[in-house]
Each structure stands twice: as structure tokens, then as C-alpha cells.
């Protein structure tokens, strides 16, 4: 991951330009990178706009294909992508880096980490997936209509960190996770992305069709849903079904 790198100084969404590049008949290597000093458009999660301050930040998709999961194991992959992404952001930060289901990376209890992957998929197995990432590196201030909601690298180091290291520390740890999703280590995964799943085991509040409840995240199964302790009953959760209320 990250030995072919194409870096684009300003580009609508590293995404969009790799899924450019997927559609164009070239073969593209697995574990290309497209980065970008700006993203003049940059994507979220639910048709929301990704913003980030031009050469502070890591915006960046990765490419891979992983063919040898089908369409049930898709929530495997990002799990891959989450721990390899959480565990190189902990060795700069420490224990406060978490997951938060489904896949934002969040230092206590603020995000510092935007992910959306996006699939081609062909009957019932993958073709290729784009991993789009967004950290917030050493950008120091966020727009107040995040209401603290936000974080980055440089606000809990207070100094400034490399791009081109960071980036080759997430490669190589994704590298390492994506290996073992394809040696079928999926135990192994879970466990770790179980580890530093954030509020796993404790007790806080959720929302359900309008109704807020206490429960305890207990697991995270291979189709995605999160399952949720509440009262002695256990309930499954899948996207969008059930929002982390503060
Ligand atoms: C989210 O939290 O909503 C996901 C944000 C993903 C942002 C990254 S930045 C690089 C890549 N290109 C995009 O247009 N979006 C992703």
C-alpha cells in the first residue's frame, strides 16, 4: 500500500479522481494512493461535503480488491481499514484513539478521523473498493459550527507532524490489517477493532425512532450491525438505525 502514489496538488475529491481512474481501462496496481493538498469538493458520509484546510491535512482514497470477500463480509473490510488506521494514529497519540462505529476514528470524545468507502460491486463479490480518508492533521482551528465536535492531531499535540510520515505509518499499518483480512484472520480483527471500539462496554445513551435509551455496545458482527446490551436484553443495530447520543 502506498508504493504507487499519485499526489495532485488540488483535486474536486481523491475519490472521485481514483474512481476516474478505476472506470479508464488502464489496470490499476492495488494499493495505489491519490492525495491531495486540497479537495475543492470533498465527500462525507450521507451526502455530506468533506472541508479541510489546503496543505494542513491528509485528504487521500486507497485502491483495493479485495475479490476474495463476498457481499456478507463487507463490514470485515472496514474493520480492517478502521484498526489499521486507529493503531498508526496511536502510535503518535496514545490510548484516547478510538473507532466509532461505523468507521470515524475519534480522539475522546471528538472525530479526527473521516472514512468513506465506497464499493463496485458484481453480483455477490466485491471488484473494488475506494477508501477515502480524511485527518484532520495540523489544522489548529475549526469552523465554531462544529461546537468542539472536531479535533485534530496538531489540538492534542500542540505541534505540528509530518504528512509524508504519517501517511507512510497508516499505509503500512493498513497493509499489515488488509494481509490478515485475506489470510482470513477475522477473529483476530474483530478482537482488535472490538479493543478500541468507542463507549464499547459502557453505559451511555442512544436513539431509536425518536426514543432515547441507555445501553452498552457489547459487539459489532461481520455484517456491520452493532449490538446493543439493553435492560438483560441484546439487540442488533445496523446503519443509520441507531444514533450515539451525548
Ligand atoms: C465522513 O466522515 O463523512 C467521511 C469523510 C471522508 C473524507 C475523505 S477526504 C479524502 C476522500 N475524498 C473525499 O471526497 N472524501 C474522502
Redesign the pocket.
Known amino acids: 500500500v502506498g508504493q504507487n502514489l499519485i499526489k495532485l496538488s488540488e483535486v474536486d ?4 479522481f481514483l474512481k476516474g481512474l478505476v472506470s479508464n481501462s488502464e489496470p490499476l496496481p492495488e494499493g495505489t494512493v491519490i492525495m491531495a493538498d486540497n ?1 475543492f469538493a ?4 450521507q451526502q ?1 461535503s ?1 472541508v479541510a484546510e489546503p496543505g494542513k491535512n491528509l ?3 486507497l485502491y483495493f480488491k479485495p475479490t476474495f470477500l463476498n457481499i456478507q463480509q463487507q463490514f470485515l473490510f472496514n474493520m480492517a481499514i478502521s484498526n489499521g488506521l486507529a493503531e498508526a494514529l496511536t502510535t503518535i497519540l496514545g490510548a484516547g484513539v478510538k473507532i466509532k462505529w461505523p468507521n ?1 476514528i475519534y480522539y475522546n470524545d471528538q472525530k479526527l478521523v ?3 468507502i465506497e464499493n463496485l460491486i458484481s453480483g455477490h463479490t466485491y471488484k473494488s473498493s475506494i477508501v ?3 485527518i484532520n492533521v495540523n489544522q489548529q482551528k475549526f469552523d465554531p459550527a462544529l461546537k468542539n465536535r472536531a479535533t485534530s492531531i496538531w489540538q492534542i499535540l500542540q505541534k505540528d507532524v509530518s504528512l509524508m510520515g504519517l501517511l507512510s505509518e497508516i499505509c503500512n499499518h493498513i497493509e499489515a490489517d488488509y494481509l490478515r483480512l485475506k489470510a482470513d484472520r477475522y477473529i483476530y480483527l474483530q478482537k482488535a477493532y472490538l479493543e478500541k471500539l468507542y463507549r464499547f462496554g459502557a453505559l451511555h445513551n442512544y436513539r431509536h425512532n425518536g426514543e432515547i435509551f441507555e445501553g452498552r455496545i457489547v459487539n459489532v458482527k461481520e455484517n456491520g450491525a452493532i449490538v446493543l446490551e439493553i435492560g438483560e436484553t441484546e439487540k442488533d443495530f445496523l446503519f443509520k438505525e441507531v444514533e450515539f447520543i451525548i
Open positions: 475529491s481523491t475519490n472521485n479537495q470533498g465527500r462525507g458520509q455530506n468533506w485528504t487521500f482514497s470515524d473521516g472514512i468513506l477515502g480518508i480524511g
